[in-house]
């Protein structure tokens, strides 16, 4: 399907994030979440965690940059024929990247359902 604009995507990615139950949501640490077109390197992905989960931080991780979780607008509605599937697949890829956030790596989130 066509990209849905970016204001209209952004509000799906704000309430996939206000679907988060609030005890995680209160877990997050240091964590920026964006809206972008696409990645440059792999133009089909659809969503993407920087930075160093909770897991593997130490004493030593004082004072970095945020860590980004991208959700890539045009990629999503790629992989989507109507508007109610793009939702679905923005909250399935904004808890994918947040569970990454949390140490949770692809193979466990495929095993749980969540793509």
Do not use: K
């Amino acid at each position: 399907m066509r990209p849905l604009p970016r204001e209209v995507f952004e509000s799906l990615v704000a309430d996939a994030l206000d679907a988060v139950p609030a005890e995680l949501m209160a877990l997050l640490d240091n964590v920026v979440v964006l809206v972008e077109d696409r990645n440059e390197e792999e133009p089909e992905l659809l969503g993407l965690y920087e930075g160093y989960a909770l897991t593997e931080r130490g004493w030593q991780y004082g004072g970095a940059l945020p860590d980004r979780i991208m959700v890539y607008r045009e990629a999503v509605c790629d992989v989507c024929s109507t508007a109610e599937e793009v939702v679905e697949e923005v909250t399935v890829t904004v808890v994918h990247e947040i569970a990454h956030h949390f140490g949770i790596d692809d193979e466990r989130l495929h095993e749980l359902g969540w793509g």
